[in-house]
C-alpha cells in the first residue's frame, strides 16, 4: 500500500541518520508478525506468474519485502515452502468442494457438483493445483501438508458416499474402486485442460457446446448404479 508522504522541516543531519539506521535494508517494510503470510502470499504469486521454475526461497523473500534468510526461519529449505504452500491449496480446494456439494440437495447432483468444482479449482489456479500433486518436490511429513491431504481425500470420498446413501453397507473394496475411478476422471480431465488438450477436442464441439459442458456429460455418463 502506497503512502503519501508528509510535508515536514527538514531534518538535521544528526536526525538523519538516526532515521536511516532504522529503515530495513533496501527499503524492505518490517511485517509485525505477519510473515509467514506474507512468504506464502509472495510463494503463490510468483507460482502463478513463472511455474514452479521460478519459484526459490530467495524470490519469495524478495517478493514479500523480507531478507533472504526469513523464510528458512519459517519453512526451512524450499521443499517445507512449497509443502506449506501445497497445504493452502488442499485447503482451499476441500472448501471449494464442498461448497459445491452444498449448493445441491440430489446426492448424485452433489457428486457432480464436486467434480466440477474440481477441474474449475484447477483452471483458476493451475500453478498452485499442479504443486499440489507434484509429490516429488514436498515433504509429506510436514503435519500441515498431511493434515490437509487427508480431508481432501476425505473431501473426495464424500462423492462415493453421497452417491451411494442407499448402499451404506458398500464394502470398502468397491467403495475406494469407485473414489478413485472418480478420481481419475477429473483429475485426468483437469490435467488435459491445463496441458491444452481439451481445446483441440472442443475444436470438433457442436456449436455452442463449451468444455464444462463437455465435463457434466462425462459425470453425466459416470454412474454409481
Known sequence: MELSAEIAPRPTPSRTKARRRKQPKEGRPYHHGALREA???AAEEI?????????????????AGASHAAPKNHFDDLAGLLSELAAVGFRRFSAALRAAAERETDPKR???ARG???????????????LMFRSERLDDERPALREAMDDATRALGEVVDEGQEHDPEMPSRTKLARMVAAWSLVHGFAMLLLDGRIAGIMRHAPDGMETEDLLTGMLDLWSFE
Open 39 to 41: 512468504l506464502l502470499q
Open 116 to 130: 466440477l468444482a474440481y477441474v474449475r479449482f484447477a483452471e483458476r489456479h493451475p500453478g498452485l493445483f499442479q
Open 47 to 63: 507460482l502463478a506468474e513463472e511455474g514452479i521454475g521460478g519459484l526459490t526461497l530467495r524470490a519469495a523473500a524478495r517478493r
Open 110 to 112: 452433489r457428486a457432480a
